[in-house]
């Protein structure tokens, strides 16, 4: 704690909130100048946890050898992770994946956007106060882990989408088990949104907090959920579609200032929310034209060495744009792989909107842009 005079003659302190604070959704340090108990200044710490990926990419020796620390990025997204990788990948060395292989990577990207809102609103809630909900919600994400388990034998990382492929098919009964996962979980939906969305307590602790204008968040590129919070439709399975998404039909959630101000935290919230039903909606129509057949390796090639050049693919994972810059040198390592981290452009955006609010609120801001510090300090 440290207490400054500013130029006004005010008295102003200046806390921690964090590294070690269970709300900072992981080792995050935010400096707090405070005015009583007013916000007049933030400033995120962050290094805490540097993941060394872009680093290691040019080190490990193999294109595919890369995979395992996309994954160790966003950990609780980590099949969103590997999604982008393979595809730049891919364009990068044209290849044609076959149809069976971009249907299984759809369900497993969609079910993993449900398990990371699941568990970003679950924390969301519980940082307010809220503990059933995330109790609810975590028995609900066991399932999913329980799918990827039985696919990949893995429950956080995965390692399970390949260059041209997948590390192995799924089982015989993954339809049948995603099936049911949909069927349950979808009247979940609605007992969330009578147990947390339209909570009066919780509305009141997120309704006009952490107010992102649209102007801002385009000034500071936000994506995502949190780009969606201020009613901009901009979705990157629509509007820039990769892999198969422009098969399928599917909305795009916006926030309305339905119950404050346009762009506030409850928006934010409100828009993952939205998304789980449209997630369901997207896996329900690739269970229905996955192909029953088919080698889910026979595109992989034996050699990764793609010509010298460049290639940028974004995706958009449940945080956001997600894209990979992959430079190469006509070697059997990339060059180079610059990872664009929508947790990282979204934390530095706190400072615009937490001023003038109070020390509570910064709480309900942190979680409201759902950040994972993983991804963070890559």
Known sequence: MNITTNEAGKREMTINMGPQHPSTHGV?????????????????????????????????????????YTDRMDYVSAMNQEHGY????????????PERVEYIR???????????????????????????????????REKILNIFEKASGARLLYNY?????????????????????????????????????????????????????EKVAFNYAASGPVLRGSGVKWDLRKNDPYSIYDRFDFEIP??????????????????RVRELEQSLRIIEQALDGMPDEGDVTEAAPKRIRPKAGEMYVRTETPRGELGYYIISDNKGAPY?????????VHLSMLRAISKGHLIADMIAIVGSIDIVLGEVDR
């Open 28 to 68: 995050l340090r935010l400096e707090l100048v405070l005015d009583g108990e007013i916000i007049t200044d933030v400033r995120p710490n962050i290094g805490y946890l540097h993941r060394c990926f872009e680093k290691y990419a040019e080190k490990v020796g193999d294109y595919s050898k890369v995979i395992p």
């Open 86 to 97: 393979v595809t730049a990948m891919e364009r990068m060395l044209e290849i044609e994946v």
């Open 106 to 140: 759809v369900i497993m990207a969609e079910m993993q956007r449900i398990a990371s809102h699941l568990l970003g609103i679950g924390a969301f809630g519980l940082d307010l106060g809220a503990f059933t909900p995330f109790l609810y919600l975590f028995t609900e």
């Open 161 to 213: 989408m390949t260059v041209g492929g997948l590390m192995r098919d799924v089982p015989k009964d993954f339809k049948m088990d995603v099936a049911d996962f949909v069927k349950t979980f979808r009247p979940k939906i609605k007992e969330l949104n009578d147990l947390l969305s339209y909570n009066k307590i919780f509305i009141q602790r997120t309704a006009d907090v952490g107010v992102l204008p």
């Open 254 to 271: 916006v926030g309305s200032g339905e119950m404050g101000t346009l762009g506030d935290s409850w928006d934010r919230y409100i828009v």
């Open 336 to 344: 180079r792989v610059k990872a664009r981290a929508p947790s990282f």
